[in-house]
C-alpha cells in the first residue's frame, strides 16, 4: 500500500493567514492527489482533485500544486471557516489510502 | 443536489454481520464516470478507503478488509449496500457512502455518515 503522511499534523494560525499544509506519499502517484476539509461531525468536503484542480464551489483562496511524491495545500487569507481539520488522498492505485490529517486550529 | 443517505443498525453486536445501505436520490446510480464507495472513520481518527462497486457490478475492495466485505448495487432502487461481517470493536467508525469519479479517483459527493458502534 502507499503511505500517505502529511505535516505538520495540527497547526495554529491566525485569519488572514497563508497556510501550507504538505502531503509526502511513499513512492511516485504522479498527479493522483485529492484535498479534502472536514470539520467536526460532518463529512469530508472534496476541495482539490488531481494535485491542483478546484473543485467546483472551492473558494479560490485554495490551492494545490506537486507531483511525484510531494504536495502542498495552500490556503490564502485565512477565513474563520477554513479551521478545520485537512486530509489527503492518493488515487494511483489500489487501495486508496488518506493522510493521516492535519488540524488546523486558530491561533 | 445528488444526494446520498445511509441506513442500517447503528448498534452491531461482536461477532456479527454489518448491513448498510445507502440510497442515492437527485441523479442515477447508472451513471458513467462514477462509481459508489464505502469510506470508514472510527473516532477520533483518519479517514479508510473500505471498496467500491461500479453499477455494472465490478467490484473493488480494500485487501485489509476484503475477506469479511461485500458490497451489492440495487439499480432499480438507486441503491447500494454493504456487509461487513465477524465484527468487532476495531469495527466501531462512522461509515460514509460516497461517490468516486473514476477517472481521477476524488470523492465528490459524501452522506452525512452513521455512526456504527460495535457492542455486546
Known amino acids: 500500500d502507499i503511505q500517505m503522511t502529511q505535516s505538520p499534523s495540527s497547526l495554529s494560525a491566525s485569519v488572514g493567514d497563508r497556510v501550507t499544509i504538505t502531503c509526502r506519499a511513499s513512492?511516485?502517484?504522479?498527479?493522483?492527489l485529492n484535498w479534502y476539509q472536514q470539520k467536526p461531525g460532518k463529512a469530508p468536503k472534496l476541495l482539490i482533485h488531481?494535485?491542483?484542480s478546484l473543485q467546483s464551489g472551492v473558494p479560490s483562496r485554495f490551492s494545490g500544486s506537486g507531483s511525484g511524491t510531494d504536495f502542498t495545500l495552500t490556503i490564502s487569507n485565512l477565513q474563520p471557516e477554513d479551521f478545520a481539520t485537512y486530509y489527503c488522498?492518493?488515487?494511483?492505485?489500489?487501495?486508496?489510502?488518506f493522510g493521516q490529517g492535519t488540524k488546523l486550529e486558530i491561533k | 443536489q445528488l444526494q446520498l443517505q445511509e441506513s442500517g443498525s447503528g448498534l452491531v453486536k461482536p461477532s456479527q454481520i454489518l448491513s448498510l445501505t445507502c440510497a442515492v436520490s437527485?441523479?442515477?446510480?447508472?451513471?458513467?464516470?462514477?462509481?459508489w464507495s464505502w469510506i470508514r472513520q472510527p473516532p477520533g481518527k483518519g479517514l479508510e478507503w473500505i471498496g467500491h462497486?461500479?453499477?455494472?457490478?465490478?467490484?473493488f475492495y480494500n485487501p485489509s478488509l476484503e475477506s469479511r466485505v461485500t458490497m451489492s448495487v440495487d439499480r432499480s432502487k438507486n441503491q447500494f449496500s454493504l456487509g461487513l461481517t465477524s465484527m468487532t470493536a476495531a469495527d466501531t467508525a462512522v461509515y460514509y457512502c460516497?461517490?468516486?469519479?473514476?477517472?481521477?479517483?476524488?470523492?465528490?459527493?459524501w452522506g452525512q455518515g452513521t455512526l456504527i458502534t460495535v457492542s455486546s
Open positions: 488531481v494535485a491542483a
Open positions: 513512492q511516485s502517484i504522479s498527479r493522483y
Open positions: 460516497v461517490r468516486m469519479e473514476i477517472y481521477s479517483g476524488y470523492f465528490d459527493y
Open positions: 437527485g441523479g442515477s446510480i447508472s451513471s458513467d464516470g462514477f462509481s
Open positions: 462497486i461500479y453499477h455494472s457490478g465490478s467490484i
Open positions: 488522498q492518493h488515487s494511483y492505485n489500489y487501495p486508496y489510502t
